[in-house]
Nanobody, 117 residues
Framework: QAQLVESGGGLVQPGGSLRLSCAASGSIFIGTDMGWFRQAPGQQRDLIALITSSGSDTSYEDSVRGRFTISRDNTNNMLYLQMNNVKPEDTAAYYC??????????WGQGTQVTVSP
């Protein structure tokens, strides 16, 4: 079964940068619209950035637009999230997944991002 493995999280100061990665196994990644989601403690999991299967189109939630950039490498089945000028409110567990259906089955383990001085 296809799987998703997120990495790249950590502790970063406000105003700093991080690059999250998502490794997708299986052959379905290439034809799948993908997104980055995040979930803060006690909150629901929200979509914050999406990218079409070809990578030609992207969209962002208002709070991250202009600071985060989603990209993908279909040759290597990788999804990325470049996070710049991070803020304390960006603290959350970050997950990647398909936008529609559940082609990868369950969610990955996520990667924790903590923004703190």
């Amino acid at each position: 079964q296809a799987q998703l493995v997120e990495s790249g999280g950590g502790l970063v100061q406000p105003g700093g940068s991080l690059r999250l990665s998502c490794a997708a196994s299986g052959s379905i990644f290439i034809g799948t619209d993908m997104g980055w989601f995040r979930q803060a403690p006690g909150q629901q999991r929200d979509l914050i950035a999406l990218i079409t299967s070809s990578g030609s189109d992207t969209s962002y939630e208002d709070s991250v637009r202009g600071r985060f950039t989603i990209s993908r490498d279909n040759t290597n089945n990788m999804l990325y999230l470049q996070m710049n000028n991070v803020k304390p409110e960006d603290t959350a567990a970050y997950y990647c997944n398909a936008l529609y259906g559940s082609p990868f089955g369950s969610w990955g383990q996520g990667t924790q991002v903590t923004v703190s001085p």
